[in-house]
């Protein structure tokens, strides 16, 4: 890198970066590179806390030190094995601090790193591994080992398979499998047969280097891997810094899966800008305990988990004393009141700002200690439209909770509304230094340095995501207004034309009933028919409670979904949604979809979003049904 | 199929604040075996002590033959026609078998009948007849489970409640009981709900089955559909998915489809 052009620089919470966001070379504490970064912050921080992680039910701490040790042993030992510069190496785990020291490692000695779900099948992994090509695959445990066993003989591009947990695995002999304490050996012996190795490595690093794969979930067709360069995380974490500010003292919670952008970034990427710790969740099924024990100063979230903490307490409150009913209710009032004014980021007159204060002591601040959000100085939703009506609710009971959007193609981060410039219902302002505009046909384009570099090995879908003057096709629909809030209202792809000719756009439906407690997802269906219909995901836990405090009978949940009274309860939902969109737009009937569906299904995405296509195959009888 | 003799309507039980039955609904019809599968903890126990009035549900209905019968004592269900024969058997120890027959009669009076139920109860187990003098607490535990439901019998009920009858038995003995129990059921047209930890033999007996997980019936159907499921064989039936490897150890999550 030159150092004689080095533009103006800006300390935003200690860390230097441009002062004009969106210019090259971006420069975050003067590095243009992910591992150049990672280098320097090893080093300043050493012995401080970089990441936690629960070990047999107690927390321990890891430091930057240990950060930086096992990056380069992983990195050293994966050269030695054969990779090299440009090679791809695939990690299949659930979040845990390996995976931040894979990450680092691989792409320190020039590698990129590709996450796989831990959800996918064995089919999918197989055709992951020889879409991108990879050379190594890092595999949690026994469980995942397995995947890769069984399709063994349809990826001999592998030269190695590496294996974090050893459980269960002590008799393992496999020629192309070891174990992850053989690598860290392998690497231990390079270092010190080759001192500064990993030093140089990390030098010749240049911004326009590919640094990571993320493959989309791709709702049409097979997966597509999204090429991010260093430049483009760097330009994410430069965005983040202004939008997203963290500080030292910060503790995140990180339990999305790493292999999304939006956890890649805000616990792995912009950590290393901004020094915060990053606690790594049990598993997806206890992040309520362990944000309880955590309480973290910023958790960003998709919005079903923000929905999830919020039906906890509206079922403990159900179930509270009359009394305590009573106080959360004047406590919500009160807080509501003053979440009117700070959700706009207006002054909240003294007279409110008292009277919540009051409500404060007595209840907000236990309800939120209860929950792990008694820390929280901003929660931010994405990945999915989330309900004002959840919003505000947050903001009254004292968290600020911000919406936000952005997608693989984007670095993850395209807009966002922050905890001063906020207006619901929107998506926020684009990022600093990011561009973004409407087309005619109303998609929303994008140009900036957040601007991925195509997918791998496929221009001609690169082509097909780029205009002609080089803005990226974000695909979604939306509309801008004169203060640069971006409304989205759908999908482009997905567009329906009814029979009788009326273009819909099924999202802006679709996320107004999801916004109600007792459906999870919903697919709308009627290109080319008659009229609109929609397939329904109820929210188990709500619907469920609801069934027991309405006293009807269930046993599991397909009676649960063939109960009428459910159904009758679906349907006002829907009706209620319906008196808002005009009379072809209105959803004239429905379907549950009766099998409790899990990420494990082709119908669901890693963050448990229905897929149209997959759910129109999987239940065209039930569509059927209602034509 | 007819009204069901016991139906169970979104019960929930609680030990102090902890909730025990999460709102479970099911139905027993008249003259069927109806199983109860799941590990523990997951409040089997629990539903049948509620049935049968030893717990009182926080919320919910139990109609047993057309009537509520919720929240009632037990000795007025028992009189309705349920009968509990609880986990661990639970004879009088120190009565001879003869009396903890007799006791099991209680609240009945009709000397005519009870005693016909006694002759039943010999007939179906006849080395109780060789023991009627010998105090329970000196049988087996085979015979002293035998006894347990000899004495459910002499209830004349019309539906039982058993709670792990195989508990702590020989396979042999288990068989055998088992095959007591399905002569039960053919001969005297005794409904029945079986709490079962063994779930083979539990499928096997019964013709509808139900599966609980903590609190909560996550699956139900008929025995033979049960049987065929791969979550039941893999979890309870203990039958080895195919693997990669042959010492697998992790299992597939529970999807109950």
Same mark, same amino acid.
């Given at each position: 890198?030159?150092?004689?052009?080095?533009?103006?620089?800006?300390?935003?919470?200690?860390?230097?970066?441009?002062?004009?966001?969106?210019?090259?070379?971006?420069?975050?504490?003067?590095?243009?590179?992910?591992?150049?970064?990672?280098?320097?912050?090893?080093?300043?921080?050493?012995?401080?806390?970089?990441?936690?992680?629960?070990?047999?039910?107690?927390?321990?701490?890891?430091?930057?030190?240990?950060?930086?040790?096992?990056?380069?042993?992983?990195?050293?030992?994966?050269?030695?094995?054969?990779?090299?510069?440009?090679?791809?190496?695939?990690?299949?785990?659930?979040?845990?601090?390996?995976?931040?020291?894979?990450?680092?490692?691989?792409?320190?000695?020039?590698?990129?790193?590709?996450?796989?779900?831990?959800?996918?099948?064995?089919?999918?992994?197989?055709?992951?591994?020889?879409?991108?090509?990879?050379?190594?695959?890092?595999?949690?445990?026994?469980?995942?080992?397995?995947?890769?066993?069984?399709?063994?003989?349809?990826?001999?591009?592998?030269?190695?398979?590496?294996?974090?947990?050893?459980?269960?695995?002590?008799?393992?002999?496999?020629?192309?499998?070891?174990?992850?304490?053989?690598?860290?050996?392998?690497?231990?012996?390079?270092?010190?047969?080759?001192?500064?190795?990993?030093?140089?490595?990390?030098?010749?690093?240049?911004?326009?280097?590919?640094?990571?794969?993320?493959?989309?979930?791709?709702?049409?067709?097979?997966?597509?891997?999204?090429?991010?360069?260093?430049?483009?995380?760097?330009?994410?974490?430069?965005?983040?810094?202004?939008?997203?500010?963290?500080?030292?003292?910060?503790?995140?919670?990180?339990?999305?899966?790493?292999?999304?952008?939006?956890?890649?970034?805000?616990?792995?990427?912009?950590?290393?800008?901004?020094?915060?710790?990053?606690?790594?969740?049990?598993?997806?099924?206890?992040?309520?305990?362990?944000?309880?024990?955590?309480?973290?100063?910023?958790?960003?979230?998709?919005p079903r988990v923000w929905e999830k903490i919020y039906s906890q307490v509206l079922i403990l409150m159900q179930e509270a004393t009359p009394i305590g009913r009573l106080a959360y209710g004047m406590a919500l009032k009160a807080g509501a009141k003053r979440g009117d004014y700070k959700i706009k980021a207006d002054k909240v007159p003294t007279g409110v700002a008292i009277n919540y204060w009051i409500w404060d002591r007595l209840?907000?601040?236990?309800?939120?200690?209860?929950?792990?959000?008694?820390?929280?100085?901003?929660?931010?939703?994405?990945?999915?439209?989330?309900?004002?009506?959840?919003?505000?609710?947050?903001?009254?009971?004292?968290?600020?909770?911000?919406?936000?959007?952005?997608?693989?193609?984007?670095?993850?981060?395209?807009?966002?509304?922050?905890?001063?410039?906020?207006?619901?219902?929107?998506?926020?302002?684009?990022?600093?230094?990011?561009?973004?505009?409407?087309?005619?046909?109303?998609?929303?384009?994008?140009?900036?340095?957040?601007?991925?570099?195509?997918?791998?090995?496929?221009?001609?879908?690169?082509?097909?995501?780029?205009?002609?003057?080089?803005?990226? +096709?974000?695909? !979604? %629909?939306?509309?801008?207004? =004169? #203060?640069?809030?971006? *409304?989205? /209202?759908?999908? &482009? $792809?997905?567009i329906i034309i009814t029979a009788g000719g009326k273009n819909i756009t099924p999202a802006e439906i679709e996320s107004r009933l999801k916004f109600s407690h007792f459906i999870s997802d919903a697919v709308i269906i009627g290109d080319r028919r008659k009229f609109l219909t929609a397939l329904i995901m109820i929210d188990q836990e709500n619907v469920e409670k609801y069934a027991q405090d309405q006293k009807v009978p269930f046993?599991?949940?397909?009676?649960?979904?063939?109960?009428?009274?459910?159904?009758?309860?679906?349907?006002?939902?829907?009706?209620?949604?319906?008196?808002?969109?005009?009379?072809?737009?209105?959803?004239?009937?429905? +379907?549950?979809? !009766? %099998?409790?569906?899990?990420? =494990? #299904?082709?119908?669901? *995405?890693? /963050?448990?979003? &229905? $897929?149209?296509?997959?759910?129109?195959?999987?239940?065209?009888?039930?569509?059927?049904?209602?034509? | 199929?007819?009204?069901?003799?016991?139906?169970?309507?979104?019960?929930?039980?609680?030990?102090?604040?902890?909730?025990?039955?999460?709102?479970?609904?099911?139905?027993?019809?008249?003259?069927?075996?109806?199983?109860?599968?799941?590990?523990?903890?997951?409040?089997?126990?629990?539903?049948?002590?509620?049935?049968?009035?030893?717990?009182?549900?926080?919320?919910?209905?139990?109609?047993?033959?057309?009537?509520?019968?919720?929240?009632?004592?037990?000795?007025?269900?028992?009189?309705?026609?349920?009968?509990?024969?609880?986990?661990?058997?639970?004879?009088?120890?120190?009565?001879?078998?003869?009396?903890?027959?007799?006791?099991?009669?209680?609240?009945?009076?009709?000397?005519?009948?009870?005693?016909?139920?006694?002759?039943?109860?010999?007939?179906?187990?006849?080395?109780?007849?060789?023991?009627?003098?010998?105090?329970?607490?000196?049988?087996?535990?085979?015979?002293?489970?035998?006894?347990?439901?000899?004495?459910?019998?002499?209830?004349?009920?019309?539906?039982?409640?058993?709670?792990?009858?195989?508990?702590?038995?020989?396979?042999?003995?288990?068989?055998?009981?088992?095959?007591?129990?399905?002569?039960?059921?053919?001969?005297?047209?005794?409904?029945?709900?079986?709490?079962?930890?063994?779930?083979?033999?539990?499928?096997?007996?019964?013709?509808?089955?139900?599966?609980?997980?903590?609190?909560?019936?996550?699956?139900?159907?008929?025995?033979?559909?049960?049987?065929?499921?791969?979550?039941?064989?893999?979890?309870?039936?203990?039958?080895?998915?195919?693997?990669?490897?042959?010492?697998?150890?992790?299992?597939?999550?529970?999807?109950?489809?």
């Amino acid at each position: 890198m030159n150092m004689h052009t080095v533009p103006d620089q800006t300390t935003i919470n200690g860390v230097s970066y441009n002062t004009k966001p969106g210019q090259r070379p971006v420069l975050v504490d003067k590095c243009a590179t992910i591992p150049a970064l990672f280098k320097q912050r090893c080093q300043s921080m050493g012995d401080r806390t970089a990441h936690r992680e629960k070990d047999l039910g107690i927390w321990k701490t890891y430091s930057w030190k240990d950060y930086w040790n096992h990056a380069k042993w992983i990195g050293l030992a994966l050269r030695e094995l054969g990779l090299e510069r440009g090679d791809v190496v695939s990690i299949l785990s659930e979040d845990r601090k390996e995976w931040a020291y894979a990450d680092m490692g691989i792409q320190a000695v020039g590698g990129i790193a590709s996450g796989v779900y831990t959800t996918d099948s064995a089919s999918q992994l197989a055709y992951l591994i020889n879409d991108s090509d990879s050379r190594f695959l890092i595999v949690e445990d026994e469980e995942q080992l397995d995947k890769y066993l069984q399709i063994e003989d349809q990826v001999p591009g592998l030269l190695k398979v590496i294996i974090l947990e050893d459980e269960g695995l002590h008799d393992l002999s496999h020629h192309r499998c070891m174990l992850i304490k053989d690598l860290y050996q392998i690497g231990w012996d390079t270092d010190i047969q080759e001192p500064e190795a990993f030093e140089n490595e990390i030098d010749e690093a240049q911004p326009e280097d590919t640094a990571l794969l993320i493959y989309t979930s791709g709702t049409t067709g097979m997966p597509k891997g999204a090429m991010l360069s260093n430049e483009n995380i760097m330009a994410a974490i430069e965005a983040g810094a202004r939008r997203l500010s963290v500080y030292e003292t910060d503790e995140q919670l990180c339990f999305l899966p790493l292999c999304h952008i939006l956890e890649r970034d805000v616990s792995i990427y912009f950590p290393l800008a901004g020094k915060c710790i990053v606690n790594f969740a049990e598993s997806p099924e206890t992040v309520f305990n362990n944000l309880q024990e955590v309480s973290p100063h910023t958790f960003t979230a998709v919005p079903r988990v923000w929905e999830k903490i919020y039906s906890q307490v509206l079922i403990l409150m159900q179930e509270a004393t009359p009394i305590g009913r009573l106080a959360y209710g004047m406590a919500l009032k009160a807080g509501a009141k003053r979440g009117d004014y700070k959700i706009k980021a207006d002054k909240v007159p003294t007279g409110v700002a008292i009277n919540y204060w009051i409500w404060d002591r007595l209840v907000l601040r236990n309800l939120r200690r209860m929950l792990g959000l008694d820390r929280m100085r901003r929660g931010g939703s994405g990945a999915a439209p989330i309900s004002p009506e959840l919003l505000k609710w947050y903001w009254s009971i004292g968290v600020p909770l911000v919406e936000g959007y952005g997608m693989t193609e984007t670095a993850g981060l395209a807009t966002m509304n922050t905890r001063f410039e906020n207006v619901v219902g929107t998506i926020g302002q684009a990022v600093p230094g990011y561009d973004l505009r409407i087309a005619d046909d109303g998609e929303i384009q994008t140009k900036g340095l957040n601007n991925f570099q195509g997918y791998w090995r496929n221009n001609e879908k690169t082509a097909e995501t780029f205009t002609d003057d080089g803005w990226l +096709r974000t695909g !979604d %629909v939306g509309r801008l207004d =004169e #203060d640069g809030y971006v *409304t989205i /209202t759908g999908r &482009l $792809k997905d567009i329906i034309i009814t029979a009788g000719g009326k273009n819909i756009t099924p999202a802006e439906i679709e996320s107004r009933l999801k916004f109600s407690h007792f459906i999870s997802d919903a697919v709308i269906i009627g290109d080319r028919r008659k009229f609109l219909t929609a397939l329904i995901m109820i929210d188990q836990e709500n619907v469920e409670k609801y069934a027991q405090d309405q006293k009807v009978p269930f046993s599991n949940f397909a009676s649960l979904c063939a109960a009428e009274e459910i159904k009758a309860l679906i349907r006002t939902e829907i009706d209620a949604v319906n008196k808002e969109f005009a009379r072809v737009e209105q959803i004239k009937d429905f +379907r549950l979809i !009766d %099998v409790l569906l899990t990420a =494990e #299904d082709e119908e669901l *995405t890693a /963050t448990m979003k &229905l $897929k149209r296509s997959y759910v129109e195959k999987a239940h065209g009888h039930l569509i059927e049904e209602m034509y | 199929m007819s009204e069901p003799i016991l139906k169970i309507r979104n019960i929930e039980s609680f030990y102090g604040p902890i909730m025990a039955i999460r709102g479970v609904s099911l139905d027993v019809h008249e003259g069927r075996i109806v199983s109860i599968l799941g590990a523990n903890g997951a409040g089997k126990t629990t539903l049948m002590k509620t049935i049968s009035g030893v717990m009182d549900p926080e919320k919910g209905q139990i109609i047993f033959d057309g009537r509520e019968i919720q929240g009632q004592e037990p000795h007025r269900i028992v009189h309705s026609g349920i009968v509990h024969v609880p986990e661990g058997r639970e004879v009088f120890p120190l009565l001879t078998v003869d009396d903890n027959l007799s006791l099991g009669a209680y609240t009945r009076n009709d000397t005519q009948g009870i005693e016909q139920d006694r002759e039943l109860v010999f007939n179906y187990f006849p080395i109780l007849k060789e023991r009627r003098t010998q105090e329970a607490g000196t049988l087996s535990g085979g015979q002293q489970q035998m006894l347990a439901i000899g004495r459910g019998l002499m209830a004349r009920p019309k539906i039982m409640l058993l709670d792990e009858p195989s508990l702590g038995l020989s396979p042999l003995l288990v068989q055998e009981i088992f095959e007591i129990l399905r002569r039960l059921n053919k001969e005297q047209g005794m409904t029945m709900m079986l709490v079962e930890q063994n779930a083979a033999a539990a499928l096997n007996l019964a013709h509808d089955g139900y599966v609980m997980e903590v609190g909560r019936i996550v699956m139900d159907g008929t025995a033979e559909a049960l049987m065929k499921s791969e979550d039941i064989q893999n979890f309870y039936l203990g039958v080895q998915e195919e693997g990669a490897r042959e010492e697998r150890r992790w299992k597939r999550k529970k999807t109950w489809r």
